[in-house]
Nanobody, 125 residues
């Protein structure tokens, strides 16, 4: 069992930055692929970024490449999402997710076993 708690969301102007954190409890964090997804109003949840168990591999959706950075600290059971050059279209609820049985589809929400409650990110123009 993994429990995930996101923090760090808020309101920021376009061009600004935010860093999201996701604190995990449970013994499987170090063995879990971790991902960030987001969901805007009236839209489906979409993949944002993922990071391998060791942190050696990272994956991003095209729209955030070069602006967002995912990282993890396995000593703190925490995964981060540094978001720079934010745009109004980044406005969404951001969710952290853990995949304890990796099958390769890191970009698919159904791949993940555990989810946080979400944190709101609002980017004003």
């Amino acid at each position: 069992q993994v429990q995930l708690v996101e923090s760090g969301g808020g309101l920021v102007q376009a061009g600004g930055s935010l860093r999201l954190s996701c604190a995990a409890s449970g013994r499987t964090f170090n063995r879990s692929l971790m991902g960030w997804f987001r969901q805007a109003p009236r839209k489906e949840r979409e993949f944002v970024a993922a990071i391998s168990r060791s942190g050696g591999s990272t994956y991003y959706t095209d729209s955030v490449k070069g602006r967002f950075t995912i990282s993890r600290d396995n000593t703190k059971n925490t995964v981060y999402l540094q978001m720079n050059s934010l745009k109004p279209e980044d406005t969404a609820v951001y969710y952290c997710a853990a995949d304890t049985v990796y099958t390769g589809s890191y970009y698919t929400a159904s791949e993940y076993d555990f989810w946080g409650q979400g944190t709101q990110v609002t980017v004003s123009s």
